[in-house]
């Protein structure tokens, strides 16, 4: 297979030479997705536009009570920051079953995000944290929340001429936590079969789910989603086990999976039931742990 490839040097090189080649370009950071896709020729690009140079696309930072992440930003980055502390155990848990320190040191968030499939652990962590997608082209810059950004199976609210350049989301207090769970085939170096990450956030007084997100690799089909039927219905609730036990028949009603060749539907909803009670009562638990700890 034979295409072209351009290296930027800058910011504004790239955008600009994106206004001019967008349409015929497919833009690569660490690959880890996208070269797999190009030797199954699933994806026949006439031009690859390289992002590594672009070293400013690399930052974990706290602004103005959120947390904003550079797109070329990697998975062993996002582990490795202290930024993103406990309560964040999401991402820690997303890298322990990610793949092989290589992949980790490679694949990006940007990546994950542009991806936009179900076998992309970061998207149901972004999802829960209600995050944004920051995108930047030569005639503007915009934001779209990430549950608009991911509008089908491999596909994004992206324009050509565009690049993402951040993602961010809202800063966790001390009273929530974000946790992740996936299940596969294997321990590590697996697609998953079922993954969901859960945010909660508990009133002051640790007794009532102020708010709650639940985000899966797939609810409906095969595209990453919020279980709003789910997050609605817990809200306010106090929290006990008939609550936790509510939010797995919701959670059990409002999918509408499919089998493949992988795993049945029947199957991944069970793991799904089970992965999602396991991760509200460790939500649950921590931000109990870490009260105590700053009383």
Request: aromatic residues 4%; hydrophobic residues 40%; contains cysteine.
């Amino acid at each position: 297979m034979k295409f072209d490839l351009y290296v930027p040097q800058d910011m504004p090189g790239l955008l600009e030479y994106l206004r001019e080649n967008g349409k015929d370009a497919v833009l690569i950071a660490g690959g880890s997705d996208l070269i797999p896709r190009i030797k199954r020729r699933l994806v026949r690009p006439n031009l690859l536009i390289d992002l590594s140079p672009l070293h400013e696309l690399h930052y974990i930072k706290r602004k103005d009570n959120s947390i904003q992440i550079g797109a070329l930003t990697t998975i062993s980055e996002l582990t490795e920051s202290p930024i993103l502390s406990d309560r964040y155990e999401a991402f820690r848990r997303v890298a322990a079953r990610y793949g092989a320190p290589a992949i980790q040191n490679t694949a990006t968030i940007g990546g994950n995000i542009a991806a936009a499939a179900s076998s992309e652990d970061l998207i149901p962590v972004l999802l829960a944290l209600d995050a944004d997608v920051k995108m930047r082209s030569a005639r503007m810059e915009r934001v779209l929340p990430i549950r608009e950004f991911i509008i089908g199976k491999r596909r994004t609210a992206l324009e050509p001429e565009e690049l993402i350049t951040e993602v961010s989301f809202p800063e966790l207090d001390i009273c929530s936590w974000c946790t992740f769970e996936k299940v596969g085939r294997r321990n590590s170096l697996i697609i998953a079969l079922v993954s969901i990450a859960v945010c909660l956030q508990m009133d002051k007084k640790l007794e009532k789910i102020n708010q709650i997100r639940v985000a899966l690799n797939r609810v409906r089909g095969k595209t990453p989603e919020r279980a709003l039927k789910v997050e609605n219905d817990l809200t306010g609730r106090t929290m006990n086990q008939d609550t936790i036990a509510e939010g797995v028949r919701l959670l059990a009603d409002e999918l509408r999976l499919t089998s493949d060749y992988r795993a049945s539907a029947a199957y991944r909803a069970k793991a799904v039931e089970a992965c999602f009670e396991k991760a509200i009562k460790r939500c649950a638990e921590e931000i109990a742990g870490q009260r105590g700890s700053h009383v």
